[in-house]
């Protein structure tokens, strides 16, 4: 085995390597400690997890709320987290004893698409990090955003600066670099549709139309990181979650979810829209703030925002 080659690829190896701040290189590095708890607590249903048991005493914790307590604390732990929201959280969290230098808010959705866990599904954590005390911005000014896909494997993707990199955890526990400097394919071959057809807009229902005739595939596990990741990473194409008769602003959200997903997808060359405006163009004053979003390959976004005009 050629230890030095692997040493190489480690997570924070590759974070000290890519020159971007250090605050910023810890928190990346510290949602990946924390993603293995969550990872075991799914993975096992055994929530006696390192240094937490007490906070949570005899009673069990749905997952998401478990996974929310795990990466809070890792947050706090690193010492440049000013403030943060959570999906699972109501308000904005203050760690008051933050010194002030260099500090980072942080927006995280903990265990997205939690239900599926049941069936056996794929799920994922997804985190947006803004420098500053404001974790309430418009996505653009985000530094840096991640995601951890909980599947068959366990998979992070981080995306700063320096491009959108992909690490597999290793039965040693250690995330592993598979790949360097994604792109995201210019078009590609299959579509995810949220939604009920029923609930549709005209403009929506002319888009999934073409998608059909022209050829694409239906890819849609219903886990937002799992069906981003699979356009991420292998064939392009366009996820959509719609504005419907009965959600005007549609299901996902803003700040955990969409900000983040549009950051790694635009980094890696692709585009996110609302249909009308770039995802990280659009204003950010809410928590629980949702948007439409058709986000992939830039070619499907183009066509889809064309039938908005
Ligand atoms: O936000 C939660 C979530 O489960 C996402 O992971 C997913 O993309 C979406 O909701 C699925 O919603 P629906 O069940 O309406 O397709
Ligand atoms: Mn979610």
Redesign the pocket.
């Known amino acids: 085995m050629n230890i030095k080659k692997h040493v190489k690829r480690g997570l924070w190896n590759h974070l000290m390597k890519s020159g971007i701040e250090m605050g910023l290189a810890s928190i990346i590095y510290e949602v990946g400690v924390a993603s293995k708890y969550v990872n075991h607590a799914m993975r096992t249903g055994d929530l006696g997890l390192a240094g937490t048991s007490n906070l949570y005493g005899e009673d069990q914790l749905a997952l998401d709320v478990v996974a929310d307590e795990i990466i809070k604390d890792r947050l706090d732990h690193t010492g440049r987290v000013s403030r943060i929201i959570s999906e699972e959280q109501s308000e904005i969290v203050i760690f008051e004893r933050q010194s002030r230098v260099g500090g980072y808010s942080v927006c995280y959705d903990p265990l997205?698409?939690s239900s599926l866990v049941d069936v056996n599904l794929s799920v994922g954590t997804i985190v947006a990090i803004y420098a500053g005390d404001d974790p309430l911005q418009s996505g653009r000014h985000q530094v840096g955003a991640m995601y951890v896909l909980y599947g068959p494997r366990t998979t992070l993707v981080y995306g700063a600066s320096n491009g959108v990199h992909e690490f597999t955890l290793n039965n040693l526990g250690e995330y592993v670099l598979t790949q360097e400097y994604i792109q995201v394919k210019e078009r590609g071959k299959i579509f995810s549709p949220?939604?009920i057809r029923r609930d549709y807009l005209p403009e929506h229902e002319e888009i999934v139309k073409k998608l059909e005739n022209d050829g694409y595939k239906l890819r849609y596990s219903?886990?937002?990181v799992p069906?981003i990741n699979q356009i991420l990473l292998k064939g392009g194409g366009l996820f959509m979650?719609p504005a419907t008769t009965k959600a005007e602003h549609g299901?996902?959200r803003l700040p955990f979810?969409l900000n983040p997903m549009a950051y790694l997808i635009e980094l890696a060359g692709g585009a996110a829209s609302d249909g009308r405006r770039p995802i990280l163009e659009l204003d950010c004053y809410d928590l629980d703030q949702r948007s439409p979003v058709y986000i992939g390959s830039r070619e499907e976004v183009e066509m889809a925002t064309q039938y908005f005009k």
Request: net charge negative; no cysteine.
């Open positions: 997205d698409g949220g939604g219903g886990g937002f069906d979650y299901k996902l979810e």
